[in-house]
């Protein structure tokens, strides 16, 4: 008797599967279908230009035929351009170390992406592959991200967002998975009460002679630390009333780092309020040493390293607390300076060009009510009430 006839249904059935999936690499034009110790079988499929690298299906299946649909369906989304192999094999941190590489940054701005991938997104992210960062997944990493440091967690999740963004543009990812309403913008936590003009006198009076001018520059000049640190006795000219912000000054790898403003509004002529004058002559003869690349506001008289953040805070902390004002920092002191610029009559667009702005909405940030200003405005309104009265 014929061998094979003695043979149930069933196990010619599982012979010739077995049949097919062992020459399956020989006749399939698209990937290929293992069967595994178990009896079940692996389907993968290789992707173009890429050295030993399979995409394998997300399980095994039960039948030949099963991991055959399987193959035929990627093949279909790759070829209607819904899928991308490379995704699928590229990790985050593949994608994010070429993507930096790539970028024309500032140095201040590349130290600070790099700090903020190293430290929040290559942990989580780096081993992920592309395809598989998820909206769900995403929600899910957002939601514990640096509790109670919401601006930084806001610029790391604009971070992401920035990084895929690219990986859309790239073909990459069909969407963007950063879909979390409002994560990228931050709300103010408290209202910032700008100094007065009598606080304004306080502080300078209180701070160290040859950093007096410095905050009065901080204030009526609305500059930025970096700013108002980096600026050389080049970049003033008392006599026509000018300072040229040409760069800045940047502490991120805890050493100098001076480059141009980030954008082409931060380089900017800000005029100085007639009332400066005198107080910056005296200070260029008194403390700044000859030369057109002598620094203003060195961290040692006659030095030519700018102070830190970090060097300065002391100082202005005993000044601002003298001023009754603990709570102000530097960079409110340019809040100050728009609330003065704005007193003044100045518009949106002439507030941007002042401040350095690229956007109204930029400048718009700096609209504080002054108390100064709304004291003028009470007794105003007061005059009306008098003149009305005396018509009558």
Not at 205 to 222: D, K, N, Q, S, T
């Amino acid at each position: 008797m014929n061998p094979v006839s003695q043979c149930s249904d069933a196990d010619v059935t599982q012979r010739r599967r077995g049949e097919v999936a062992k020459n399956t690499k020989a006749r399939r034009s698209f990937g290929q279908v293992l069967k595994q110790r178990n009896g079940t079988y692996r389907a993968r499929y290789t992707v173009p230009g890429a050295v030993q690298k399979f995409v394998n299906a997300p399980t095994t299946f039960d039948t030949v035929e099963a991991a055959d649909m399987w193959l035929t369906r990627q093949r279909v989304l790759i070829a209607d351009r819904k899928t991308n192999p490379t995704a699928s094999i590229t990790t985050f941190g593949e994608y994010v170390d070429a993507w930096l590489a790539g970028r024309d940054l500032k140095e201040s701005t590349r130290v600070l992406y790099k700090r903020q991938i190293d430290r929040d997104l290559r942990p989580i992210w780096g081993d992920q592959p592309l395809a598989q960062i998820t909206p769900a997944a995403v929600r899910a990493w957002h939601a514990g991200l640096l509790p109670g440091r919401p601006t930084q967690r806001a610029h790391v999740y604009s971070l992401l967002r920035t990084i895929l963004n690219t990986a859309v543009a790239d073909d990459l990812l069909p969407a963007n998975p950063c879909r979390v309403q409002g994560a990228g913008s931050v709300r103010r936590q408290r209202t910032i009460r700008p100094a007065t003009l009598i606080e304004l006198e306080r502080l300078v009076e209180a701070a160290p002679e040859r950093y007096r001018v410095m905050v009065l520059l901080g204030a009526w000049c609305a500059l930025r630390f970096g700013e108002v640190t980096e600026l050389r006795r080049k970049d003033v000219d008392p006599d026509g009333g000018v300072i040229r912000v040409r760069r800045g000054v940047t502490w991120l790898t805890g050493k100098p780092v001076v480059d141009t403003p980030k954008t082409a509004a931060g380089s900017r002529d800000v005029a100085i309020p007639p009332h400066l004058f005198i107080a910056l002559k005296n200070h260029l003869d008194a403390h700044v040493t000859p030369g057109p690349e002598a620094l203003l506001f060195p961290l040692d008289a006659g030095g030519d390293v700018q102070i830190s953040p970090h060097k300065f805070r002391p100082i202005f902390s005993r000044a601002r607390r003298a001023a009754g004002r603990p709570d102000l920092t530097f960079h409110q002191l340019r809040h100050t300076g728009a609330v003065l610029a704005a007193a003044s009559g100045a518009t949106i667009a002439e507030l941007m060009a002042r401040l350095g702005h690229t956007t109204p909405a930029m400048a718009m940030r700096y609209q504080h009510a002054s108390a100064d200003r709304d004291r003028v405005i009470a007794e105003a309104l007061s005059e009306l009430v008098t003149r009305g009265g005396s018509r009558q």
